[in-house]
């Protein structure tokens, strides 16, 4: 879902992406196979790690990607701006959101955009609901909690989307459309049984790109994938 947006928003050619906090290089490696150059940096060399694993395995993709151990704020970017920069699943875990997103709208080019993939504040208590656990769906819901347990195990804040365009609107970039994101299939995981087949994959990923753009629908999904673009040029 988020790359196809991506694909979408992207000059067509081979753009400069930065994903921060890139994980095991999941987004990084999915752009450069799009065609685009991705840098991808977390502060743990854990993390680039397993992304310099995975892309072992696709050395065609060697030339377009490059990874360091280091987080948004001691990349060693020495002024690069890039036409996409991603922070997917990050925000989440920080405490400080103003100095992320200035982090991250300084490294934007003209033109180019930041991603953001944030947990949904919106629908803290429905994963918890859809999976059963109507105990803490009612107390997180009745509670109108801004925080929840994530699926690594940690206390995880949610943002919703007025307080992510906010902070990119305070940078000198204009809001694009929001998403909504895993709405109807969130409480789901990989061992789906059985396994659905690939004319099935496609039809729930259509039902989620319809839904992610209109509410009601969006305002359930468990994560909100905002973007933004900085002008070409600076007004006078």
């Given at each position: 879902m988020v790359e196809r947006r991506l694909r979408a928003e992207l000059p067509a050619g081979s753009a400069?992406?930065?994903?921060?906090?890139?994980?095991?290089?999941?987004?990084?490696l999915r752009l450069a196979?799009?065609?685009?150059r991705?840098?991808?940096?977390?502060?743990?060399?854990?993390?680039?790690?397993?992304?310099?694993d995975r892309l072992a395995a696709r050395p065609e993709l060697a030339e377009r990607v490059r990874l360091?151990?280091?987080?948004?704020?001691?990349?060693?970017?020495?002024?690069?701006?890039?036409?996409?920069?991603?922070?997917?699943?990050?925000?989440?875990?920080l405490n400080e959101?103003?100095?992320?997103?200035a982090g991250a709208g300084e490294a934007?080019?003209?033109g180019g955009l930041p991603s953001v993939l944030a947990e949904n504040r919106r629908a803290i208590g429905v994963r918890e609901g859809l999976t059963g656990d109507?105990?803490?769906?009612?107390?997180?819901?009745?509670?109108?909690?801004?925080?929840?347990?994530?699926?690594?195990?940690?206390?995880?804040?949610?943002?919703?989307?007025?307080?992510?365009?906010?902070?990119?609107?305070?940078?000198?970039?204009?809001?694009?459309?929001?998403?909504?994101i895993r709405i109807f299939h969130d409480h789901l995981d990989d061992t789906w049984t059985p396994h659905p087949n690939p004319?099935?994959?496609?039809?729930v990923l259509e039902l989620e790109w319809a839904a992610s753009w209109w509410s009601p629908d969006r305002d359930r999904g468990h994560l909100v994938h905002t973007l933004a673009r900085r002008p070409e040029r600076s007004r006078p």
């Open positions: 400069r992406v930065l994903d921060v906090g890139c994980g095991n290089g999941e987004m990084t196979a799009a065609g685009h991705g840098t991808g940096g977390a502060p743990s060399a854990r993390m680039p790690a397993a992304a310099a360091v151990d280091a987080d948004l704020e001691s990349l060693p970017l020495e002024g690069e701006r890039f036409s996409a920069v991603c922070c997917q699943g990050v925000l989440m875990y959101l103003d100095a992320a997103g934007v080019a003209p109507h105990e803490a769906a009612r107390r997180l819901i009745e509670s109108e909690a801004d925080t929840s347990v994530g699926n690594l195990g940690r206390e995880t804040h949610g943002a919703g989307p007025g307080v992510l365009d906010r902070l990119v609107a305070e940078h000198g970039l204009s809001p694009l459309p929001w998403q909504g004319a099935a994959y496609a039809a």
